[in-house]
């Protein structure tokens, strides 16, 4: 068993994460030892590490409790396959719009040949009515 500080520690997931967490429902409620302090086992540790990844490639909270099974049941691997085929299709779709964001800035700022004018081309580019 291993207190919450030390779990913090083994996962880099802050303690008010971990509370938080335990709050919504996607960590089960601790133990707590005769202190009143929160212990974790082994299955916990590596629940709030799989929490963790998923929430660093950016799937949903509800994408996390469908993966869990928290909510109905365990997912069949085609289940899970789906899940993560629409979150990847999700990024796909951003990182489109953050290309597409990219060349609008970089066209904007093409108009600016010198920095020592009154009237600044971005500003006046990003002034404008479409």
Known sequence: MIKIGELS????????????????????????????HRVYD???????????????????QADIRSLLGIDDHSPSCDEVLAITSHHRKTIKSKIADLRKLE????????????????????????????
């Open 42 to 60: 082994e299955a916990q540790l590596r629940r709030l590490i799989f929490i963790s990844r998923c929430r660093v490639l950016g799937f949903s």
């Open 103 to 130: 060349r609008q800035l970089e066209t904007i700022s093409s108009a600016c040949l010198t920095n020592d004018t009154l009237d600044c081309p971005i500003i006046e580019s990003l002034s404008q009515i479409h």
């Open 9 to 36: 520690a083994k996962t880099g997931v802050k303690i008010e994460t971990i509370r938080y967490f335990e709050t919504i429902g996607l960590m089960p409620e601790a133990q707590r030892k005769s202190s009143g």
